[in-house]
């Protein structure tokens, strides 16, 4: 037997293939090395004689062998799960019973089955590792339990699995609760594809798990019993068995993968943690208080409120109020709300807000009242001329280019590393120097589909200032203001055979829309290499949705409950929140800064940028991701069987 070269072959192969491939591939060694062994069990001399003890548990350290190939490569497969006390099967049996209750024993079923079979299986090894301080008897009553017909036997337990996992109406039921309307996958981190896959993963462990126990029992038999070469038939029939089972489990994932979603994103963002969970665009649209005289170019008041809807802010002239704010660069949409009125200042420029609240005097209250920590001013209309009333307007103010605006997105691509084969893992919103980043997870590209978990990284963004003379507004990145303040929600997907490997901002300069782009290379799955002999291909997005209108919308850490609309193939203004609300203090939407990544790091098929929210909420931009489809790759290992419909 070459036992020890099969293993070393096993675990280096494992290491550049994915999940299920390898374990089909694993099921076709196991496969020979068992029929290999079996042969060599029925040639080895008096193996049936008592005075062989010696060749008898040579045959067994050989089943010993098996069991350690299948034991750590097996372990290397299910080397990045995040919960190491707790497979997939049974997390999925503790929480997706709460919303299938038509499959609610099935999940447990199998999450039992799959407890007593390891069970055997550990047995098992046990048995043939000592199998000198054991006598005959106990080992064959222990071989007669693991493959007799009765319903507690590996072979009955292994058969009744299988007809549960493969049937029609379970898959389909189980795949309605891993679309991203729910949010199973999401604590998961993987697509529903994803949970799909490593769902099948752990059957065809299982599947494998008991092939070896049904074998090694037939295995102690065809040693110990007094019939030499009465269970060849039986051992056929566990072969066939397996085969079928593992075809079968093949076609199923490849039929039912076609329809589960790659999309990964990340859910609730609770708690809310400014810089950890979201960020915001700050000091970009608030709402200002200045008085007529302040507005008009002649420094009248003979105009009401609303005849300054857009227009710069004039010189303060005698106005002590307008001294104590900072000037404006732009003012826009001014209305009239009362002759008087009480405001508390914000702290400064590093609280994102002009003002805490306003008291009318009327009583009505924009923003949320609350102790002041400032000193409150009272401003009431006066009268100029005695014919003309100078009230104070409530305006909304583009605050332009300022030391302490963070209204700056990035547009400088962002690209993986290709010529050391990286390619895009994930994605997060970041700020770096006053500037959002569309920030990426690179890891290197292994044959059929594998990622190097020792190679992922998060890029570290550009490090430039919006000060440096050779970084260029509307080439480099791009200063929002009143007049170009809209994102693109899109996804943008590779074509077949391609994978992402960057992703960057442009602006339409038609739109004055921010359009996301990707990048996206060929490779060779088998051998897993880029090509780089040729530029990126670069997929865009040109056609535009409608506006999705975030009208009198509060801000949206104000939501105790998590988003339920996700919006895309639209697009979104950035804007001031509602003024009676917060005063208009505040720029929505705010973005979603926590990684999206798999729990299991794969290339990707696209990615995409979003709206999630509530009613009445400002809401999230967020980005999300779409795991690699590996149902082209999937096919029946077993060629010469025919899966069982």
Not at 121 to 127: C, G, S, V
Not at 193 to 205: D, G, K, P, Y
Not at 259 to 282: F, N, V
Request: hydrophobic share 35%.
């Amino acid at each position: 037997m070459q036992s020890s070269l099969l293993c070393f072959f096993f675990i280096t192969f494992i290491s550049f293939v994915s999940c299920s491939i390898a374990l089909f591939e694993l099921s076709v060694k196991v496969t020979n090395v068992i029929s290999e062994n079996f042969a060599n069990a029925n040639e080895s001399p008096n193996v049936t004689d008592p005075d062989s003890s010696n060749q008898k548990l040579l045959l067994l350290l050989e089943l010993d062998s098996i069991t350690v190939e299948v034991d750590e490569i097996i372990g290397q497969i299910q080397r990045s799960d995040k919960d190491k006390n707790s497979n997939i099967i049974s997390r999925m049996s503790q929480n997706l019973p709460l919303m299938i209750n038509d499959h609610k024993s099935t999940l447990k079923d199998i999450h039992m089955s799959q407890i007593y079979l390891n069970d055997y299986y550990k047995a098992m090894k046990k048995y043939i590792r000592d199998a000198d301080e054991y006598n005959s008897t106990v080992l064959l009553d222990f071989a007669d339990k693991v493959s007799s017909a009765s319903n507690n036997s590996v072979s009955s337990m292994v058969k009744l699995l299988f007809e549960k996992v493969v049937d029609k109406s379970f898959i389909e039921n189980v795949l309605k609760h891993l679309d991203p309307i729910n949010n199973y996958y999401c604590h998961e981190k993987q697509s529903g594809a994803e949970i799909l896959h490593t769902f099948m993963n752990e059957i065809q462990t299982i599947n494998i798990k008991s092939y070896v126990s049904i074998y090694t029992a037939y295995m102690i038999k065809e040693i110990y019993s007094e019939t030499k070469g009465s269970f060849k038939k039986a051992v056929v029939n566990a072969s066939e068995n397996f085969q079928m089972r593992t075809n079968n489990l093949t076609s199923t994932l490849k039929t039912y993968l076609t329809t589960a979603s790659l999309e990964l994103r990340r859910c609730d963002l609770q708690p809310y943690e400014y810089g950890e969970t979201y960020l915001e665009i700050r000091n970009f649209l608030h709402g200002i208080i200045i008085n007529k005289v302040n507005l008009d170019p002649n420094g009248s008041c003979n105009k009401e409120c609303n005849a300054y809807s857009y227009i710069k802010h004039y010189n303060c002239g005698s106005n002590e109020w307008c001294w104590k704010e900072a000037m404006c660069s732009k003012v826009i949409g001014c209305q009239y709300v009362d002759s008087s009125m009480e405001v508390c200042p914000s702290k400064g420029y590093k609280t994102n807000r002009r003002y805490e609240y306003v008291k009318l005097g009327n009583g009505r209250v924009l923003g949320k009242e609350k102790p002041c920590d400032t000193d409150i001013t009272s401003l009431e209309t006066y009268r100029s001329w005695v014919f003309w009333k100078c009230s104070y307007c409530f305006c909304l103010c583009d605050e332009g280019r300022k030391f302490y605006t963070q209204n700056h997105i990035n547009m400088r691509p962002v690209e993986s590393n290709i010529h050391r084969n990286m390619v895009v893992t994930g994605l997060q919103f970041i700020e770096h120097n006053h500037v959002i980043h569309l920030q990426i997870q690179e890891g290197k590209l292994l044959p059929n589909g594998q990622i190097d978990l020792k190679s992922v990284q998060w890029l570290a963004p550009e490090d430039y200032q919006i000060t440096q003379r050779n970084y260029v507004d509307g080439k480099d990145y791009h200063t929002l203001s009143w007049e170009k303040r809209s994102l693109q929600l899109v996804d943008i997907m590779a074509k077949e055979g391609n994978v992402v490997t960057g992703v960057g901002f442009v602006l339409d300069k038609f739109r004055n829309h921010l359009r996301l782009q990707v990048s996206t290379r060929p490779f060779n799955f088998t051998t897993g290499e880029l090509t780089k002999t040729s530029k990126a291909v670069v997929e865009d997005s040109y056609e535009v949705g409608p506006q999705l209108k975030l009208d009198a919308v509060d801000i949206p850490t104000s939501s105790k409950l998590p988003p339920n609309q996700f919006t895309t193939n639209k697009f979104v203004k950035f804007t001031n929140s509602d003024f009676q609300k917060d005063a208009g203090q505040t720029t929505v939407p705010f973005l979603d800064a926590q990684p999206v990544e798999s729990a299991n790091p794969v290339p990707l098929s696209g990615v995409g940028i979003f709206h999630k929210g509530r009613p009445e909420f400002g809401g999230f931009i967020a980005p999300r991701i779409f795991t690699y489809n590996f149902t082209n790759h999937l096919e029946p290992i077993f060629s010469q069987l025919k899966t069982n419909d």
